[in-house]
Every structure is written in structure tokens, then in C-alpha cells.
């Protein structure tokens, strides 16, 4: 059987993140922890840019700039099409507010959103009289693809969802369902919070018309960065409701004229936070020294060890995906006649292990990171085990 280690040093991996000798960190679906090198990188950066202003040499705007460039790559996008948000909800709410609704116009979500994605669509239903519609998901394409023609109707206007769900970590079928959605001349959008930095993502394969993202979770960046991708030709379609200084192409104050940028600077107004952009560079610096590809087999082995274990036990019940092309790193399971925040209280009091409950489905969640190992996975079954025997 091939074990993570085939792919990344463990012992070198985990070096970079202290608080892992402290706890069993299963939740990088949450929160990312920044590897040691990057957080440093990052707060000298941020350092010498607050204390000298203008006077400092580091660099930090032309390293976020970097940053963006890096971003659109590993999205597969050009940097035009880019902008720099604080997290994933907040791209999605560049689209949804973006657009200009007529009541009765409908979108097409599913069941399984985090409030990301749920929250600004049941706004938008109530205050502009558009109707959401749900449907369950799969990852299976052909069960996806009728589904949502059985809520498809002429005012279908957007689907909106998440790549990769927070719940059960099941992975849609994101380049059928854009397709189908172009056919029709439906807009796009996906959630991919929970994809990027977990598996390989790229938009032009994909197909879609937006994807927002953050850099807080699986890039294990720092908190308050957020990516967005808008095929050029849509983003165009976004009407952004903030702009200011760096966002419009063209003002006159005599004529009035006021055109935002035909790119994701649109987007982008006043002074930013430029040194968390430069320290979400450092931290893909990181991955690079790890190797990409070498992350995601590490993921798809432990992953793959996760849910054996899982499965093997009688009294557990995996909710997940168990294939990988199905799935990503979140790993979702039910422990019966447990409730999940016992069961979550009782893993971090007890066993120092961090997971994430699911109180949607009574359920608990782990991610497996790039450092996390099989030892992570043998102590939580361990512990899981004393607890369903009740001792
Ligand atoms: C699928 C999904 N979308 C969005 C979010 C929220 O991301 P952010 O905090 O970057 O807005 C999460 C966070 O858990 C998530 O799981």
C-alpha cells in the first residue's frame, strides 16, 4: 500500500508547524495554519511596511502583484482576470450583488452551501424577489445534469455552488455542470473555498464564468486573503457596487464619465492590504518547495487511509465520496448515537484533536492536510473508538 511519506518528509513537513506538537490539527478546512518560513516572510513584511509607510524598501505592493500573477497560474487564468478579495464569500458576493436582478430571474444552488454561498442568495430572495432553487447533490455528472434541468426554467439566470461542498467534501462535476450552463446562456459561478490548494484547479478546463476562492484555508495563507476569477468577457456583466481610487479605467469630472476596469481591478479601490497578498506569495513559495503534485498525491494517500479506516469500522458511517475524483480532502463522518459536539469536545478536551462538527448531518469532519499523517488518522480513530465504546 503506498503511504503519504512516498510523496512529502513528514518529519520535515511538520517541523514547520509548532502547534503540531501540541495538537492533532484535522481542520485545515476551517482554518489553514501557515508554515513557519512563509509566516515569517510574511510579518517582516508586514513589519517593515507599517512601521516605514512609504518609506519602506520591502516591496510589499510589488510582491502582491506577484502574488496575482502566481494565482491566476495556478488557476489557469490570466492576471487580468483576477482580483484580490478578503475571503471566498466575499468573491461571491462581487457576482451576486454585481448582477442586476429582476424579480422572478432564478439561480440554482444545491442543498449542501455553506452560508458563503447560501446567506447572500437568500438576501438577494428576499430583497429583490429573485427565487432560489436547490438541488441535492452528486458527484456523479448525469445525476447533477438532471437535476438541475428538472429546476431549470427561462428565468434560470446563474448557477451558483461549491466545487468542492463544506459538508461532505463531495466534489461536483464543475465542467458539466458550466457546460450544461453555457448552453443555455447561465451564468456560472463556483464556491471553490474548499478546492484550491486542496486539488488542482483550473478555470479555462472547468469552464466556468466565476470561481471565488480564499487563501486561508488549503493554501494555508494568511487570514483576510481572498481570491476571485471572472472570465473576462463576464466580469465585464459585474456592476462593482464599491469603487474608488484604482478601480475605474476612465473618470472625467466635467462629462461625468465613470468606467470601471474591463478586469478584476475593477474590483479593487483605496489602499489594500498588500502585505497579506505578499505573505500568501510566501506561503506559495512553500508549496512550490514541497512540489505541487507531491502535495496532492500526499493528500489523495492519506485521504484514501482515512476512509479505509473509516469504512472498516461497523460503527461508523463515511459520508463522503470515497473516490478521490469525487471527493477532496475534507473527510465527513457519523458516529451513531453520538451527537457531533460531544463527540467534537470530547476529541479536542480530551484528545487534543481538532475537527470540524457538521450538525447538518450529526456528523464530524477532518481534513487531511499536507501535514497531517497516518499517525493523525490512527490517533483520531483511536480516540473515536474509546468514545463510541463509551469509556
Ligand atoms: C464551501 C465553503 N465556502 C465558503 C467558505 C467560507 O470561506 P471564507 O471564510 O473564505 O469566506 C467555507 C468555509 O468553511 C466553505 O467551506
Redesign the pocket.
Known amino acids: 500500500m503506498t503511504t503519504t511519506s512516498d510523496y512529502l518528509d513528514s518529519a520535515i513537513v511538520r517541523a514547520s508547524f509548532p502547534v503540531l506538537e501540541e495538537v492533532t490539527y484535522l481542520n485545515v ?2 482554518y489553514g495554519i501557515m508554515p513557519e518560513p512563509a509566516l515569517k516572510t510574511f510579518q517582516e513584511l508586514q513589519a517593515d511596511f507599517e512601521r516605514k509607510g512609504v518609506a519602506s524598501t520591502a516591496n510589499v505592493g510589488a510582491k502582491a502583484n506577484e502574488t496575482r500573477e502566481r494565482i491566476a497560474k495556478l488557476l489557469g487564468a490570466s492576471v487580468k482576470e483576477i482580483a484580490f478579495t478578503r ?4 468573491g461571491i458576493n462581487l457576482v451576486l450583488a454585481g448582477l442586476t436582478w429582476q424579480p422572478g430571474d432564478e439561480v440554482i444552488t444545491t442543498t449542501e ?2 452560508e ?2 447560501i446567506h447572500p442568495l437568500l438576501y438577494l430572495q428576499a430583497t429583490k424577489g429573485i427565487c432560489v432553487r436547490r438541488v441535492e447533490i452528486s458527484p456523479d455528472p448525469d445525476v447533477m445534469l438532471r437535476r438541475l434541468e428538472e429546476v431549470r426554467s427561462p428565468r434560470t439566470r446563474l448557477v451558483g455552488m ?1 466545487h ?3 459538508e461532505t467534501g463531495t466534489r461536483l462535476p464543475a465542467h458539466e455542470i458550466c457546460a450544461w450552463a453555457a448552453g443555455y446562456n447561465i451564468l456560472s459561478l463556483f ?1 471553490g ?2 478546492a484550491l490548494g486542496a486539488i488542482s484547479v483550473n478555470v479555462r478546463e472547468i469552464g466556468c464564468d466565476f470561481y471565488s476562492s ?1 487563501g ?2 488549503w493554501l494555508c495563507g494568511p487570514k483576510g486573503t ?1 481570491v476571485f476569477y471572472g472570465c473576462l468577457d463576464k466580469l465585464v456583466q459585474l456592476s462593482p457596487a464599491h469603487v474608488g481610487a484604482g478601480s475605474l479605467a476612465w473618470v472625467d469630472v466635467n462629462t461625468g464619465a465613470a468606467e470601471p476596469w474591463a478586469s478584476g481591478q475593477r474590483f479593487e479601490y483605496g489602499t489594500r492590504a498588500w502585505a497579506l497578498y505578499a505573505g500568501l506569495g510566501a506561503s506559495l513559495d512553500w508549496y512550490d518547495s514541497l512540489g505541487w503534485e507531491n502535495v496532492e498525491r500526499h493528500l489523495i494517500a492519506l485521504n484514501r487511509y482515512a476512509k479505509q479506516h473509516i469504512q472498516s469500522r461497523k460503527h461508523l458511517q463515511l459520508l463522503s465520496p470515497f473516490d478521490w475524483c469525487d471527493s477532496s480532502g475534507l473527510v465527513t463522518f457519523k458516529a451513531p448515537g453520538n451527537l457531533c459536539f460531544e463527540m467534537g469536545r470530547m476529541l479536542r478536551e480530551q484528545y487534543h484533536i481538532h475537527t470540524r462538527m457538521i450538525p447538518h448531518y450529526n456528523a464530524v469532519r477532518i481534513s487531511t492536510a499536507h501535514f497531517n499523517n497516518e499517525a493523525d488518522i490512527d490517533k483520531l480513530m483511536a480516540a473515536v473508538d474509546k468514545a463510541v465504546r463509551g469509556n
Open positions: 478546512g476551517t475571503d471566498a464569500t466575499d452551501e455553506h458563503a454561498m461549491s468542492v461542498t463544506c464556491d473555498a474548499q480564499n486561508h484555508k481572498g
